[in-house]
């Protein structure tokens, strides 16, 4: 009778080579020219996608961990994430590379501060170049030259009125804005290309800017900027690229990427 040893089944072949501690050589890995860390809201649909796209890119990359938030977006709910930003920063390849990092949530960056979020995600990667979508979205108008802008949300109007004040305290003036005024952020990253072109052209057609910035990191953008510029004649910002464009000066990649708007070729 035949029987099996412990662990090995009886009819497993015997080992006839097992060649151990072969030889070999390591490169530089995956995002050899920058590698980005990003700090994700639970609820986000949309991000993931639009970053994949377009930080597609030679020796570039991006790892990401997700916080808690709560689908309903409000000030107080928004408030709520500055408790784990720092783990969500510390929970990204903890030890290996990272270049720069973004905390992808717009409002939110705004209600807890930009300068609380980074010295938080300082904390786990001391000295890293941070951004987040307003961030990159303040940064952009200016390298836009933009002095006037529309402001296209989502959001409450408790928020939108913070956003507004906000936007205006860093030197860029807000007279034209405009609301879906839908808090639910599960619902929010289902709004069409369609809606949302329709009236970013709306407010962008004003004569009182000389730009739109669409915000919230839900919001699917990336693929109506184009026309959005070629019916206005205005650039077009919006949370995801503002904040991947930003990203990736910070990390020393200038890459012009005209696809994404005219703020990938400054």
């Known amino acids: 009778m035949v029987t099996a040893t412990k662990n090995r089944p009886a009819s497993r072949p015997a080992l006839l080579v097992n060649k151990t501690h072969l030889p070999h050589e390591l490169d530089q890995g995956l ?3 920058l590698r980005i860390g990003l700090i994700e809201l639970a609820t986000d649909q949309t991000s993931e996608h639009e970053f994949r796209r377009i930080f597609a890119l ?3 990359d991006f790892y990401e961990s997700r916080i808690w938030n709560d689908a309903t977006i409000t000030p107080e ?4 994430m500055e408790t784990d930003v720092e783990g969500g920063m510390r929970v ?3 030890n290996l590379r990272i270049d720069v990092a973004g905390f992808t949530c717009t409002s939110g960056a705004m209600v807890i501060g930009e300068d ?4 938080l995600m300082h904390k786990a990667r001391p000295g890293i170049p941070c951004s987040s979508p307003i961030t990159g979205a303040i940064a952009g108008m200016k390298a ?3 002095e006037r802008i529309a402001l296209l949300t989502p959001y409450v109007q408790s928020i939108n009125d913070m956003m507004r004040d906000y936007i205006e305290e860093r030197g860029v003036s807000v007279p034209v804005m405009g609301s879906f005024n839908n808090a639910n952020d599960d619902e929010v990253a289902r709004i069409t290309l369609e809606s949302t072109k329709a009236a970013a052209i709306d407010l962008a057609r004003s004569p009182h800017v000389d730009g739109i910035f669409v915000s919230c990191t839900s919001i699917r953008t990336i693929d109506i900027i184009r026309e959005v510029e070629a019916d206005t004649g205005k650039p077009m910002l919006a949370s995801n690229p503002a904040q991947a464009w930003h990203l990736l000066r910070l990390g020393g990649v200038k890459d012009s990427l005209p696809q994404w708007g005219r703020l990938f070729t400054v």
């Not at 609380?116 to 010295?119: L, S």
Request: proline content about 10%; hydrophobic content about 55%; charged content about 15%.
């Open 58 to 60: 030679p020796g570039v």
């Open 92 to 94: 990204i390849m903890p």
């Open 77 to 80: 709910t928004l408030a709520r």
């Open 116 to 119: 609380e979020v980074f010295a």
């Open 144 to 146: 836009l030259g933009l």
């Open 31 to 33: 995002g050899a020219r």
